[in-house]
Structures are given as structure tokens and as C-alpha cells.
């Protein structure tokens, strides 16, 4: 089932649970507005390549849509439409006044250099500038991008339309990003993690981790889960698998990987099978890389008591239903990698405003928002009767559907 398919599922089994009429339904699963453009630049050769963009606004009901844009291979339309519907969803969930969206380029950037990257997002801008805004759709980054690539579409769009630092989050500090931004998705897994294992009696501390993924998300949540006590057991990345059962040295991790560009190599752990990550002996999984790897093939032998997704739709519904019945515990995306987007509207509020917090206030906000976030989630649990992942999708679904209706919308 492909991520568009899956996140459509939930949509219907949580409407089903609030007994949303069909014609509201309906509504609130078309997208807004879907743009596709092409982007032609020269190259550093001289010669010229084509490449295609997407926009999906999926929904603006509660405030200006907001979604990343990625710069990967495989981008295209399911795919951004699935990410820009679980957007909408993910800001309603974090109480956040956003709507969704989401975007990318198919491209393989590794094969790009800057120059051509900065040419490739120049003209996406250009293509796109008159359709996002500050108070209609805000992008950020996403897999392939980073605060460089929202510095170029700062400056493109300010050419049309004046200065205007609020169009983008994720920016570098320089240009009014805010700080904690980098550290915000994966500090947003810790909250999370702790707010769920305070559920169950139990503590970060002496608990046995497994991170897939150690880009910026895995990363962080592993120092971070780390500093608090956690032993991280197990981590893969692109470039191999490690592990080590007494727990591995994640600062002495984070300094080779900055230097060899990837995990592999690193000597304080035994190198292993990538995809016997998901199923390593441990008490939590975080799968913090790319979507649909966790499935049927592999989730009975998953040995995790809880999983934490960090990444979005990593969890196929067929693995769902496996791990239920295991009775695995899972926090889904929605919720658990809510805190990159809440951090991003710290930094459009920031902007808006023109006045800088300082990191402590917004680590302290952050915490604030992911608390508040789990004990409503599990309200909707208790309303309905469900798991998490139907407790966060009712969550969402009523907040964006109750502003459908007082809008007048939803008849």
C-alpha cells in the first residue's frame, strides 16, 4: 500500500469514528490546490536539464497552509499529496494555526552542484512565488534540503515581493531563523517519548534504543535521548548499520559522521545488517529515515515493545494491524514528529513579530506544546476507544473539520 493509500485509510477510519458526514468527508480529502511545474537550468557544463516541481496545498481551514519541500528521486504526486494531507493533519494535532502542505523537486541533489541547486530552487521559486506567501502557504525544509536552500527561496521571493523573512522556516539564524530549529524534530521525539513512557511507568533512562536513520532527526534524538540516560543500542544510516549492546558513544558517533560523512567505519561498534535494525533486540524503535519500512515482511519480527516514528508513515497498515496484535506500542508521526513544524511556527511568529527568543524559551515552549499534545491525544483515545494512531488521527481530523464547519465550509 503506497503512503497516499495508507494516510487515506486512516482518513476513513477516523472519520468513520467522529461520524463525519459524506459530504464534509469529501472536503476535507481533495486537496486545496496541486501545482506541478517544470524547472529547466543550465548546468555547470553548459548543457541544459529539465526537472519536475510539486506544490500540494492540501487544506488552509485553520491558518496558512505549511509543509516542507524535498529534493529526492522518487518525489512525486501520491507521495506529496499523502505528506501534505498528514500535514494537516500533524498541525492540527500539535494546536499550531497551520493547515498543510507539502513539496519537493525530483532530483537526486548529490548529483548536483550548489551552483545548480541554487539555480534549480531559484526557478522553482520563480515558478511558484505568486502561490506561497506568508499568510497562504510557508515552506520549510525537508529530506534533501536545508536551511541554504530556504535561504535562495527567501531571497527569490523577497525580489517579487519585498523583504519578507516570514515566507520560509528553517532559515539559517542570520536571516531570522529561529534557534532550536535544528535540534526541533528530534528534541520533539524525546518529549514525546518521555510523555509516553511516563504513560507506562517508566523512564528514558536504562531503556534500550534503536535509531534508523541518523540524519537530522535520528541524530538528535539520539544525543538527546542519550544525554537523558537512554542506550542506544542499534543505528543505520546510508552509508551502513552499527550496533553494540553495551551502548554506543554517540557524541564520538556524531564526530565521525561529521567527518566520514556517514556511520560506517566507526570503530566503537560491530557492523551490521541495515535491515536488521528494525528488528535488533531492544525495548524502543525509532525509525527515523524514510517511509513504509516497517511492513508485513518484517513486523512480526520486531522485537521493540514501543515504537516512536520519527519519520513519516514509516508503518504500513498491514504492519499496524501485526504489531497490535503483539501489542506493540506506537506513537505515530503525526504526534511524535510533530516538533519541527511547532518550532517552525515559533520561528514564523518570531518573524512576524521581528523579535528573536532565546533557545531556552523555545525548548521550554517545545515541551509545553508535546506535552499538552500527548494528553489530549489520549483524551480522544479514551472518547473513541482506539489506539494512538486513530486517537491522533480523530484528534486532527475534528480540530481541521470543526474550523471546516464555522468557516461555513462544510455543506
Same mark, same amino acid.
Given at each position: 500500500m503506497n503512503a497516499l493509500a495508507a494516510t487515506n485509510r486512516n482518513f476513513k477510519l477516523a472519520s468513520r469514528l467522529l461520524g463525519l458526514d459524506s459530504k464534509l468527508e469529501k472536503s476535507l480529502l481533495i486537496p486545496f490546490r496541486e501545482?506541478?511545474?517544470? $524547472?529547466?537550468?543550465?548546468?555547470?557544463?553548459?548543457?541544459l536539464a529539465s526537472f519536475v516541481g510539486f506544490r500540494v496545498q492540501h487544506d488552509n481551514a485553520r491558518g496558512p497552509m505549511k509543509g516542507?519541500?524535498?529534493?529526492?528521486?522518487?518525489?512525486?504526486?501520491?507521495?506529496?499529496?499523502?505528506?501534505?494531507?498528514? #500535514?494537516t493533519w500533524k498541525?492540527?494535532?500539535?494546536?499550531?494555526?497551520?493547515?498543510?502542505? +507539502?513539496?519537493?523537486?525530483?532530483?537526486?541533489?548529490?548529483?548536483?552542484?550548489?551552483?545548480?541547486?541554487?539555480r534549480?530552487?531559484?526557478?522553482?521559486?520563480?515558478?511558484?512565488?505568486?502561490l506561497i506567501g506568508i499568510h497562504t502557504d510557508v515552506p520549510a525544509p525537508d529530506m534533501g534540503t536545508g536551511p541554504q536552500t530556504m535561504a535562495w527561496i527567501l531571497d527569490e521571493y523577497s525580489k517579487f515581493h519585498g523583504h519578507s523573512p516570514a515566507v520560509v522556516t528553517g532559515k539559517p539564524i542570520d536571516l531570522g531563523g529561529s534557534l532550536g530549529r535544528d535540534a526541533a524534530t528530534g528534541r520533539g521525539v524525546l518529549f514525546a517519548t518521555e510523555a509516553l513512557l511516563n504513560e507506562h511507568g517508566k523512564s528514558i533512562s536504562g531503556q534500550r534504543f534503536a535509531i534508523q536513520g541518523f540524519g537530522n532527526v535520528g541524530s538528535w534524538a539520539a544525543k538527546l535521548i542519550s544525554e537523558k540516560g537512554g542506550?542506544?543500542?542499534?543505528?543505520?544510516d546510508v552509508t551502513g548499520?552499527?550496533?553494540?549492546?553495551?551502548?554506543?558513544?554517540?557524541?564520538?558517533?556524531?564526530?565521525?559522521?561529521?567527518?566520514?560523512?556517514?556511520? +560506517?567505519?566507526?570503530?566503537?561498534?560491530?557492523?551490521?545488517?541495515?535491515?536488521?535494525?528494525?528488528?535488533?533486540?531492544?525495548?524502543?524503535?525509532?525509525?527515523?529515515?524514510?517511509?513504509?519500512?516497517?511492513?508485513?515482511?518484517?513486523?512480526?519480527?520486531? +522485537?521493540?515493545?514501543?515504537?516512536?516514528?520519527?519519520?513519516?508513515?514509516?508503518t504500513d497498515p498491514e504492519a499496524d494491524e501485526i504489531l497490535k496484535k503483539k501489542g506493540v506500542v506506537i506513537l505515530p508521526d503525526i504526534y511524535a514528529n510533530s516538533g519541527g513544524?511547532?518550532?517552525?511556527?515559533?520561528?514564523?511568529?518570531?518573524?512576524?513579530?521581528?523579535?528573536?527568543?532565546?533557545?531556552?524559551k523555545v525548548?521550554?515552549?517545545?515541551?509545553?506544546?508535546?506535552?499538552?499534545?500527548?494528553?489530549?491525544? +489520549?483524551? #480522544? $483515545?479514551?472518547?473513541?476507544?482506539?489506539?494512538?494512531? #486513530?486517537?491522533?488521527?480523530?484528534?486532527?481530523?475534528?480540530?481541521?473539520?470543526?474550523?471546516?464547519?464555522?468557516?461555513?465550509?462544510?455543506?
Open positions: 501545482i506541478k511545474v517544470e $524547472c529547466t537550468i543550465p548546468k555547470d557544463d553548459g548543457t516542507g519541500i524535498r529534493y529526492h528521486p522518487e518525489v512525486e504526486p501520491d507521495e506529496v499529496n499523502a505528506l501534505a494531507q498528514l #500535514m498541525t492540527a494535532v500539535a494546536k499550531i494555526p497551520y493547515g498543510g502542505a +507539502k513539496g519537493g523537486i525530483g532530483c537526486d541533489p548529490s548529483q548536483l552542484s550548489i551552483s545548480e541547486l541554487e534549480l530552487t531559484r526557478v522553482f521559486t520563480q515558478k511558484i512565488h505568486d542506550k542506544i543500542v542499534a543505528v543505520c548499520a552499527i550496533k553494540n549492546m553495551n551502548g554506543i558513544d554517540i557524541l564520538s558517533l556524531l564526530e565521525h559522521a561529521e567527518e566520514n560523512k556517514g556511520i +560506517k567505519g566507526f570503530d566503537g561498534a560491530d557492523s551490521t545488517d541495515p535491515d536488521s535494525i528494525l528488528v535488533e533486540d531492544c525495548d524502543i524503535l525509532v525509525p527515523a529515515a524514510l517511509g513504509g519500512v516497517i511492513n508485513r515482511q518484517n513486523a512480526n519480527e520486531i +522485537k521493540a515493545k514501543f515504537i516512536i516514528e520519527g519519520a513519516n508513515h514509516p513544524v511547532t518550532v517552525s511556527y515559533f520561528e514564523w511568529v518570531q518573524n512576524i513579530q521581528g523579535f528573536m527568543w532565546d533557545e531556552e525548548n521550554k515552549e517545545l515541551k509545553t506544546y508535546m506535552t499538552r499534545g500527548f494528553k489530549d491525544l +489520549k483524551e #480522544m $483515545c479514551m472518547t473513541h476507544s482506539c489506539d494512538l494512531r #486513530m486517537g491522533a488521527f480523530t484528534l486532527g481530523i475534528n480540530r481541521v473539520a470543526q474550523a471546516t464547519i464555522i468557516r461555513g465550509w462544510g455543506s
